[in-house]
T-cell receptor
């Protein structure tokens, strides 16, 4: 059965810290891995990763995929209170996205 | 380009009532999805469609029905509302191998 597992499930850090969120997967017909951020509304897209070892970067956020070890990480440096959210990982497999349960990140001022 | 739109934003239903949640996208996407998200939980796939006239069940289809008569519209029907269907419902769409776009969600309360 296809599955996507995120860790940790929740994380509390102080503003300015760096965090690393993990996403591992066991999915047949892997096409890509996607990261989303969800605040109190619909998820918003962050990154799509298709190739191993190529870092995607947007401001203080970056992500990388390891297709051999079947995982991805999302890094956030110099965290701000506005980074508080649930971060969702999903794998594109055939017609569907297989979703992880999310990591709830809380940034304390 | 409005993206994915959903109506209504919020609805209260009595047990046993029925309703249709509307979803429209103007991006000419083939794939469309309905998810539900219970408080503090992840997304669960209800139904999906890979094109007009084609629908398939997801993880939690019981109590729901869908149709896809056009590329743009993908309504979700609740026939006999139950308290267990209290949730936030998200519609989403995408092209194959591209990112998925979400609608703003419909919050449903069944009392």
């Amino acid at each position: 059965e296809d599955k996507v597992v995120q860790s940790p499930l929740s994380l509390v850090v102080h503003e300015g810290d760096t965090v690393t969120l993990n996403c591992s997967y066991e999915v047949t017909n892997f096409r890509s891995l996607l990261w989303y951020k969800q605040e109190k509304k619909a998820p918003t897209f962050l990154f799509m990763l298709t190739s191993s070892g190529i870092e995607k970067k947007s401001g203080r956020l970056s992500s990388i995929l390891d297709k051999k070890e079947l995982f991805s990480i999302l890094n956030i440096t110099a965290t701000q209170t506005g980074d508080s959210a649930v971060y969702l990982c999903a794998v594109d497999s055939n017609y569907q996205l297989i979703w992880g349960a999310g990591t709830k990140l809380i940034i304390k001022p | 380009n409005a993206g994915v739109t959903q109506t209504p934003k919020f609805r209260i239903l009595k047990i046993g009532q029925s309703m249709t949640l509307q979803c429209t996208q103007d991006m000419n996407h083939n794939y469309m999805y309905w998810y539900r998200q219970d408080p503090g939980m992840g997304l669960k796939l209800i139904y999906y469609s890979v094109g007009a006239g084609i629908t398939d069940k997801g993880e939690v289809p019981n109590g729901y029905n869908v149709s896809r008569s056009t590329t743009e519209d993908f309504p979700l029907r609740l026939e006999l509302a139950a308290p267990s269907q209290t949730s936030v419902y998200f519609c989403a769409s995408r092209r194959p191998e591209e990112t998925q776009y979400f609608g703003p969600g419909t919050r449903l309360l069944v009392l």
